[in-house]
């Protein structure tokens, strides 16, 4: 890993941070005599792990790729660095990211875009490069060029799946609630869920198990009781025989790339083979989800990022108040970037009381007919709701044999389009950007569990595209096994 940070860190700046090398290789041999012994602390005792920037750290910077927290360092663990450090793990670094989350290309972060392993260019001629994807775009790029086993990112609306399918990697968003909150910089606190990014299900599942945990220092935490449901490990045997695939038309967009949708259809075809039953269905709200997204997370931003104030932490402007504008306003003119500036003012907009009606309270809505349409698809009800409301059951037919266990679906619209044309389509037109975030986002309203793979022939070029499944909420197994017999 050592080995590949300094070979491609400098044309892809996946990493902003790193530990040293000298104490990394001291702990990872400490851990390889533990193993020897047999007294490994964990599956993951010396595995080096990746960590995205919005992530406290005691030990490294926390910046959220923000002038804002530049010099930042936290003086606490988030649960899961806790979590990580008691399994043996090594924390290698800290990865680059959009600023605060918000993008998804990242190419909006103090420290410079990540550029996309499998193209990158060079630092002297960038005119081929192609995005990584964002906000997780150094978790996902410091994966693919094998800097780490596996790394953590953040996915509010699509941020840890959008990367992995743009550098061919998994990205497993978990269920809201499953991994804890506690040390994740916000940015919209009712749908922010730490994800994991590696090479292999497997390694996704082996930092999952050690991160799944309730922590009451969580507000939103699951307990274990809600967050797994009962039936544990179905197809062991490596057969699908008995699992429902739900196939959602809506998500059929009019841009599919097409080596996308041969790769949709590969998976629905390569499932059927595995033994499951593959159905088309339909989730008619989705057309709501990405406009709901953009009121929603923006107006969380907005109150989450009223506190970088310049007073108690972060930047402050040395422009003496007297002199030029309130302390407040110079600080975070100062050190917000465009993107969070346009969030800020958008979210503040949609909140203020003549608007809060016909913006924040819609979306609110158009969010619940999202969440409404995943729970009447599925065989499993929600934990969050367990009573199917009587227009639930009547609008579904109420009918078992039609319900499914999974849904299958693209996990980006395209594979990784070229830094400098998503940069100059995104100056033209920011809405250009959130585009690419309609196969994502949906789960991220409902909270549900999602996870994007690497599927299919690769595009022209060699870029990976791949499929996303979404399992119902708390159903993360479910998700994570049939990953593991898809790929
Ligand atoms: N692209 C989306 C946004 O900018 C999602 C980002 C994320 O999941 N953090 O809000």
Redesign the pocket.
């Known amino acids: 890993c050592l080995a590949s940070i300094k070979e491609h860190n400098a044309a892809i700046n996946a990493m902003t941070h790193l530990a040293p090398a000298s104490q990394l290789v001291a702990s990872a041999d400490e851990a390889g005599e533990r193993w020897k012994q047999g007294r490994q602390r964990s599956a993951l005792d010396g595995f080096p792990i990746a960590i995205k920037a919005n992530i406290c750290t005691t030990d490294l910077p926390t910046t959220c790729g923000s002038k804002m927290l530049e010099r930042f360092t936290s003086p606490f663990d988030a649960t899961v660095v806790s979590l990580l450090r008691k399994s043996g793990a090594l924390i290698v670094g800290k990865t680059n990211m959009d600023e605060f989350?918000?993008?998804?290309a990242n190419l909006h972060s103090v420290h410079g875009p990540t550029y996309n392993p499998l193209s990158a260019g060079s630092a002297n001629d960038r005119s081929t490069a192609v995005v990584a994807g964002g906000?997780s775009g150094g978790s996902a790029a410091a994966v693919a060029s094998g800097m780490c086993f596996a790394a953590l990112g953040?996915?509010?609306?699509?941020?840890v799946r959008t990367p992995a399918a743009y550098t061919g990697v998994i990205g497993f968003k978990p269920s809201y609630g499953r991994l804890s909150r506690f040390g994740l910089v916000a940015?919209a606190s009712s749908l922010d869920t730490i994800g994991i990014l590696a090479r292999d299900v497997d390694a996704v599942r082996t930092v999952y198990e050690i991160l799944a945990q309730p922590d009451q220092n969580d507000p939103t935490s699951l307990a274990h009781s809600t967050s797994k449901p009962s039936h544990g490990r179905r197809f062991s045997s490596g057969n699908l025989t008995g699992l429902r695939v739900g196939v959602p038309q809506e998500y059929h967009v009019e841009n599919l790339h097409p080596a996308v949708l041969a790769a949709w259809s590969a998976a629905a075809a390569r499932l059927s083979e595995l033994g499951a039953t593959v159905v088309p269905i339909s989730l008619p709200s989705t057309r709501h989800a990405l406009p709901a997204y953009y009121v929603i997370?923006p107006a969380e931003a907005s109150s989450n990022l009223a506190k970088y104030d310049g007073i108690r932490y972060g930047h402050r402007s040395s422009d003496p108040p007297e002199k030029g504008a309130p302390l407040y306003s110079a600080t975070r003119t100062e050190a917000f970037g465009a993107e969070v500036v346009r969030r800020i003012m958008l979210g503040t907009f949609v909140l203020q009381a003549s608007s809060y009606t016909s913006y924040y309270q819609q979306a609110q809505k158009l969010r619940r007919l999202v969440q409404r349409d995943f729970d009447r698809v599925f065989r499993l009800l929600n934990p969050l709701h367990p009573t199917p409301t009587l227009h639930d059951s009547v609008a579904s037919g109420a009918d078992e044999a039609t319900r499914v266990d999974i849904l299958l679906t693209p996990s980006a619209t395209s594979p990784a389009p070229r830094a400098a044309d998503l940069a100059a389509k995104t100056r033209a037109a920011p809405v250009a950007e959130?585009l690419a975030?309609v196969m994502t986002v949906p789960a991220s309203l409902a909270g549900l569990p999602a996870l994007a793979l690497p599927f299919g022939e690769p595009a022209q070029g060699g870029l990976p595209v791949g499929v996303q499944l979404l399992g119902q909420f708390g159903d993360d197994e479910t998700v994570l096994e049939v990953a593991d017999l898809l790929i």
Not at 101 to 104: A, L
Not at 154 to 159: K, L, M
Request: aromatic share 6%; charged share 15%; with cysteine.
């Open positions: 989350g918000m993008g998804s906000s953040s996915d509010t609306g699509g941020s940015y997370a959130c975030d």
